[in-house]
């Protein structure tokens, strides 16, 4: 978690290198004097750990023991990674920061690679350039022995060469160790160093002694293969005299200096555990291409794997990571050379397509899709995944880093939405769902925190008596500044992001406050039906949880009725079958809503215990529209009856309705034409009246 920076601003105008770490050492703030002293931007060292930049990982992990102990730590000499893969010398001071159970470390660095080097620069010049340009072609005409062995026990190879011509004047004998040919090999053929030079870095060689003015001095890194075909990396300091017209160099192999930054550089920008580029990599590769292809077109998809969570938690992280691994392999197999694969996060990768042919990226995804058709066998169990993919291209969809993900990452969850195991490609309409979206949200979560959710009671009416036979609970949200929001639009936000399970306590809580309050007016019997979605169906306890509840507040279970529609009882049957077992078991009644509009099948019908099957409204409404939609009724009240169930009918909006469904023995009636739904005070209030408040009104508009 990075702290934020503004109250640390002034920390930016000091010389020395500033940080704040974490006990597991991720940086939460680097002032600038540290962001250049090791090359890194300030917005790619936040979030790295700062083991990635100490040449000894140990030292971080004594340090921090140390300042636990004592609180702080003394100054102490650490050698810091450059970007580059150089070393630099610093001297640093850590205290331990406390607050509110958060622990923190304050790290002072000071530069000492600066001084060392300026040193290094002024004793090297004073030996080697100052002393040569006035004694240089004295001494190399005379061969002075004595210069000759003082160079000569120098670990460093020191040679100049001719500025026009490039051809080696002088070396010292440490070329030997570094290079595999002799001193003498080299002074005998003055051209053999470059052809030294690995082909790949020769124009580099040739350009930075072309591009280095007279009177500088620069560094420059490259590889070299010796005559055995062993490759090394060389850092060479170079002096272009400006009166001897010679290039003076000092190099030193930093071959196992640079394999150990190679190492941290490639843990800094990969997962350790898929070992793909990780989310740093992946801005910087796009950052790449903004800046050196920014006309070139290019495709981003954006893969999530689908219910990846209930693998880690049923089966452990154990096996949860090696499925990763092997998904990992699959996607980069399928990607192939060309096109670069990461890991984003968690069960998320990114794939980067150079084509952006619509009809080959579709292609392609569906490769993607394919792949997971073959079951992972992960210590001799088999899995079968599927994965969303989002997918964006640019520049059409942004032309940005952060706008590419995002937008990839909504069409991603627009997949998720459509049923899983598919790809979607991005649309600004998309944008303006995910506003609606989190506008619904906001307002729901309002009313969740305010106390805004309201019941209101409709009326179910025998069909033979006449008499109330009970109520059906329908959630409202009488918002103050946006006014009613319409309830299958609730539901719809509230069941993506699991507001449902809060709403569902909220809507059993006022259910069972109606019945008490009604059961001090009336003796009769009577039920208050309330609906239940998918995700409260499948909690693990969620049967218990209700009957628990019931008892609790001492109302009989045969005052309660659950409504669940065909959809949520088929996403998982097993499930449901267990839970509502359980609720009839307890004595609370079951009723299947919507019938006839999803599923419908005999099967499910006949091995759950449902008590009531609820004619949906679409098939009422349009009753005489046709012979169709009476036959329908006819079929499914007789289809109740004979498998033991209660039929209910919704929608009853017209005399006509109510005429054709008492004919057809419907047990339940409920709709417009009867009563519409009140809140909790009309209800009241009609009960002290003395005439029914259920007898057939005209009907005044459509129920939800």
Not at 95 to 116: A, G, K, P, T
Request: glycine residues 4%; proline residues 3%.
């Amino acid at each position: 978690m990075q702290i934020e920076t503004a109250p640390y601003d002034i920390l930016n105008y000091l010389p020395e290198g500033i940080l704040m770490v974490d006990e597991r050492g991720v940086i939460l703030f680097a002032n600038e004097a540290f962001s250049e002293m090791v090359g890194y931007e300030n917005s790619i060292l936040l979030g790295l750990n700062i083991l990635s930049l100490l040449a000894d990982i140990d030292v971080f992990a004594e340090c921090i023991a140390k300042v636990m102990a004592e609180g702080k730590s003394l100054d102490a000499n650490t050698d810091f990674l450059h970007r580059d893969g150089t070393i630099i010398k610093g001297i640093k001071s850590v205290r331990m920061i406390q607050n509110n159970d958060q622990i923190r470390f304050f790290v002072n660095v000071r530069n000492l690679s600066e001084i060392n080097r300026l040193n290094k620069e002024l004793r090297d010049s004073k030996e080697l350039i100052e002393y040569q340009a006035n004694e240089l072609s004295a001494l190399l005409s005379s061969k002075n022995n004595e210069l000759e062995e003082i160079l000569g026990s120098i670990d460093e190879v020191i040679w100049y060469i001719d500025n026009k011509t490039l051809s080696l004047q002088y070396v010292n004998n440490a070329v030997e160790e570094i290079f595999g040919f002799t001193q003498e090999k080299f002074l005998t053929d003055k051209s053999l160093w470059q052809e030294q030079i690995h082909p790949d870095d020769r124009s580099l060689v040739k350009m930075f002694f072309e591009t280095l003015i007279a009177g500088q001095s620069h560094e420059i890194r490259f590889r070299i293969i010796r005559h055995d075909g062993e490759i090394r990396w060389l850092n060479s300091r170079i002096h272009h005299h400006p009166t001897l017209h010679l290039f003076i160099g000092i190099t030193t192999d930093v071959t196992s200096t640079k394999s150990q930054s190679d190492e941290i550089a490639f843990l800094a920008y990969h997962d350790p555990l898929t070992q793909l580029p990780n989310r740093a990599k992946l801005k910087l590769q796009l950052e790449n291409y903004f800046e050196y292809s920014a006309s070139s077109k290019f495709t981003l998809l954006l893969l999530d794997l689908d219910n990846f969570k209930n693998i880690n938690d049923t089966m452990g992280h154990e096996t949860g990571d090696k499925i990763l691994i092997e998904v990992s392999r699959r996607i980069v197999e399928t990607a192939g050379k060309n096109n670069f694969c990461a890991r984003f996060g968690g069960d998320e990768f990114v794939v980067l397509l150079h084509d952006t042919d619509i009809e080959s990226v579709d292609l392609f995804a569906n490769e993607l899709i394919q792949i997971f058709k073959t079951s992972l066998t992960i210590n001799e169990i088999d899995f079968f995944l599927s994965t969303s993919i989002g997918i964006v291209f640019y520049p059409q969809d942004a032309s940005n880093s952060e706008d590419l993900i995002k937008h990839a990452d909504t069409a991603m969850y627009e997949a998720k939405k459509k049923g899983k195991n598919q790809f979607i490609h991005y649309h600004t309409s998309m944008q303006h769902a995910i506003h609606n979206f989190l506008h619904i949200e906001a307002l729901v979560r309002d009313g969740l925190s305010q106390n805004l959710f309201e019941l209101y009671f409709q009326p179910l009416i025998e069909g033979k008596t006449l008499l109330l036979e009970g109520y059906e609970a329908l959630l409202r949200l009488p918002h103050p500044k946006e006014g009613f929001i319409p309830p299958d639009i609730i539901i719809s936000v509230a069941e993506t992001n699991s507001d449902i399970l809060l709403i569902g306590k909220e809507v059993l809580k006022q259910a069972c406050d109606f019945i008490i309050t009604l059961r001090e007016l009336r003796q009769e019997p009577f039920f208050v039906a309330i609906n239940v979605s998918a995700k409260q169906l499948h909690q693990e306890h969620f049967a218990r949880d209700i009957l628990h509840y019931l008892n609790e507040r001492s109302i009989p279970t045969s005052f309660l009725k659950v409504e669940l529609t065909e959809s949520a009882v088929m996403e998982n049957i097993d499930i449901a079958s267990i839970q509502l077992t359980q609720l009839k078991e307890g004595g609370v009644r079951i009723a299947l809503d919507d019938f006839g509009t999803g599923y419908s099948s005999f099967a499910y019908l006949a091995q759950l215990p449902i008590n009531t099957l609820k004619i949906d409204k679409s098939f009422i409404l349009p009753l005489f529209e046709g012979n169709s939609n009476r036959h329908i009724v006819k079929a499914i009240s007789n289809l109740a009856h004979v498998l033991g169930m209660s039929v209910t009918a919704e929608g009853v909006e017209e005399k006509e309705h109510f005429d054709f469904l008492i004919e057809n023995q419907v047990d339940t009636l409920q709709g417009y034409y009867l009563c519409h739904p009140l809140p909790k005070t009309e209800i009241l209030k009609k009960f002290k009246n003395s005439a029914p408040y259920f007898t057939p009104v005209p009907s005044l508009g459509y129920t939800i």
